[in-house]
């Protein structure tokens, strides 16, 4: 008779031993889930430049300006600013032609400020522990100096009888 009980006292402790660690289980809260892979960390964003351009231009700046462009820049601008390099055809981007004065000619340096910085579409951020501010500001007089036919902004007359 004891033969016949054993497979029955197994099942019993089986039991036994998984009821707890059942309800034991649902107790518990569920783990939080696993974080994305290949998940971009934040961006931090640039608060908006002023409008004007601060820096003074010197040629040791503008030499540092154009190391710069030479560096993170001219892969897909051209080392003259026209936009047309095999890197901005193969990703098929229309670059502006910087040589054109008209290009800019709408454009704030404050503007120009947020787009280096914050980057823009598939242009990345130049990040500040790469270019300081005064560098990149000197990188967009340096930029402005491909339209070498750009004209500066008439004077304005008003007030002076002309």
């Known amino acids: ?31 939080a889930p696993a974080p994305a892979l290949n998940q971009e960390p934040p961006v931090a964003v640039t608060p908006p430049a002023p409008t004007r351009n601060p ?15 030479q560096m993170d820049c001219a892969l897909c601008h051209g080392d003259n600013g026209n936009g047309k390099t095999d ?7 229309t670059m502006d ?11 704030q340096d404050g503007e120009l400020f947020n787009i280096i910085r914050n980057g823009k579409d598939k242009m990345p951020p130049e990040a500040e522990g790469r270019a300081k501010d005064i560098e990149v500001w000197n990188l967009i007089i340096y930029i402005r100096s491909f339209a070498k036919g750009q004209q500066p902004a008439p004077a304005s007359t ?5």
């Open 158 to 162: 008003a007030g002076t009888g002309k």
């Open 55 to 69: 820096a003074k231009p010197t040629a040791e700046s503008q030499a540092k300006a154009k190391s710069l462009y």
């Open 87 to 93: 890197v901005a055809s193969s990703m098929s981007l």
């Open 1 to 31: 008779m004891l033969k016949s009980l054993l497979p029955f006292l197994t099942l019993i402790l089986a039991a036994l031993i998984t009821v707890p660690l059942v309800s034991r289980g649902a107790q518990q809260t569920a783990p």
């Open 97 to 107: 032609d910087w040589t054109d004065p008209k290009s800019l000619g709408g454009k």
